[in-house]
């Protein structure tokens, strides 16, 4: 069964860095083009960030600079590092397959919420 854990949410001030994570099971983590998604109240899922599994890496525009996605095959795990914080980062983070790829899973995890104010 497919399943995403996502964890390291929090609240922080503007400019600001929080470092996500993401253990996925149920699937074959090393063949798999990961992502990270965000969705703020009110607007759809956004794919923010993305690794395949040869390292080739997408970013969203609104975080290119100030975001880093890196991954773990030997545990499953998805790293986002998100530094220079900005309000309109808030949001709830969730990982999943790169829908540029492939369909994501389902059930997506219950996400992590991110709030970024002052």
């Known amino acids: 069964q497919v399943q995403f854990v996502e964890s390291g949410g929090g609240l922080k001030q503007p400019g600001g860095s929080l470092r996500l994570s993401c253990v996925a099971s149920?699937?074959?983590?090393?063949?798999?083009?990961m992502a990270w998604y965000r969705q703020a109240p009110g607007k759809q899922r956004e794919l923010v960030a993305a690794?395949?599994?040869?390292?080739?890496?997408y970013y969203t525009d609104s975080v290119k600079g100030r975001f880093a996605i890196s991954r773990d095959n030997a545990n499953d795990t998805v790293y986002l590092q998100m530094d220079s914080l900005k309000p309109e980062d808030t949001a709830v983070y969730y990982c999943?397959?790169?829908?540029?790829?492939?369909?994501?899973?389902?059930?997506w995890g219950q996400g992590t919420q991110v709030t970024v104010s002052s």
């Open positions: 999943n397959r790169d829908r540029q790829i492939a369909p994501p899973f389902d059930p």
């Open positions: 149920g699937i074959i983590f090393s063949l798999t083009a």
């Open positions: 690794m395949d599994n040869h390292g080739i890496i």
